[in-house]
């Protein structure tokens, strides 16, 4: 993402680390986040609000400079060649989009970019001061995690949201997970504290995936949608999301290992299915997976 240098270096009530290169004018903006690395398995969360933005044409306003948050030598900038001549360094900034959703209602702004590596209490700060400077009055965050669940069926959905009803209100299940945390729940609970509504939305993606869940992007994609209440076109991630089905597919028809543990994951999905799968066994087999797309990738 460009770190682009004539961007003021400060707005009047804002932190020195953000950076605008306009200040449009909000109608009670809606905040969609969603971060690249530990949260986001299979590129699925990143890749939903990516399409979200394109499908609701947000153009980037403004950035949290990246130099107090991010371990360079982790998240390197890369060089680019610009019309075949001029080199251009663009840094793994956050960025923030504006769109609007409608002619009299309100707006959304994108976050994206990547987990931040440092300093995370100054980094929630400055993006809940923003967002509450922006008039941000609700926040909708994605994630996806790596879960034994196989790539044929629908993909599991789960969240949270300090509004009391809305899970159920969509069909969603309640996150019931307890340990280690990336910077979507820590923002999240931040943002929460700070009086904004917060909706956390999460995809379960397979395993023995493989590199981008497109289907599982597509999920959130569309879960996002509907609780923002808008109409999103999804056409070319529904294209990637069939192209991902046709590719898993033959994943699994190449390799016996993974055949055997897709084929374990369905007897446990299967409430019908007799005898129970242990543990043990799907640790190994899991290890041999991950060997073996390590190899593939």
Request: glycine share 8%; with cysteine; net charge negative.
């Amino acid at each position: 993402m460009a770190r682009v240098r004539f961007w003021h270096r400060r707005s009047s009530g804002f932190s020195r680390s953000v950076r605008f290169m306009r200040r449009p004018p909000l109608r009670r903006p809606v905040l969609l986040a969603a971060f690249e690395g530990w949260n986001d398995a299979g590129d699925a969360a990143s890749t939903a609000a990516s399409a979200l933005a394109e499908s609701f044409r947000a153009v980037p306003f403004a950035e949290v400079d990246p130099e107090e948050f991010f371990d360079f030598t982790q998240a390197r900038p890369e060089v680019s060649i610009v019309e075949g001549e001029t080199r251009r360094i663009s840094w793994p900034a956050t960025t923030l989009s504006i769109a609007t959703l409608r002619a009299e209602d309100e707006d959304l702004i994108v976050l994206r970019g990547p987990e931040p590596h440092l300093h995370w209490q100054t980094y929630c700060d400055t993006v809940v001061e923003l967002a509450k400077g922006l008039g941000v009055r609700r926040a909708v965050m994605l994630g996806a995690y790596l879960s034994e669940v196989t790539h044929s069926r629908p993909v599991p959905l789960s969240g949270s949201s300090t509004l009391e009803g809305l899970l159920q209100r969509y069909g969603l299940a309640s996150t019931r997970y307890e340990g280690p945390t990336g910077i979507v729940g820590v923002l999240g609970e931040e943002l929460g504290q700070a009086g904004i509504e917060t909706t956390s939305l999460w995809a379960s993606v397979p395993a023995y995936s493989l590199p981008v869940s497109a289907k599982a992007a597509l999920a959130l994609a569309r879960a996002a949608a509907l609780v923002l209440d808008r109409q999103a076109v999804l056409d070319d991630l529904e294209e990637q999301a069939r192209e991902y089905e046709r590719r898993m597919d033959e994943l699994v028809e190449e390799d016996e290992n993974v055949a055997a543990y897709v084929a374990r994951l369905e007897e446990m999905e299967d409430p019908s299915a007799e005898g129970a799968v242990s543990d043990g066994g799907l640790e190994g087999l899991a290890e041999e997976i991950e060997r073996y797309l390590r190899g593939k990738r």
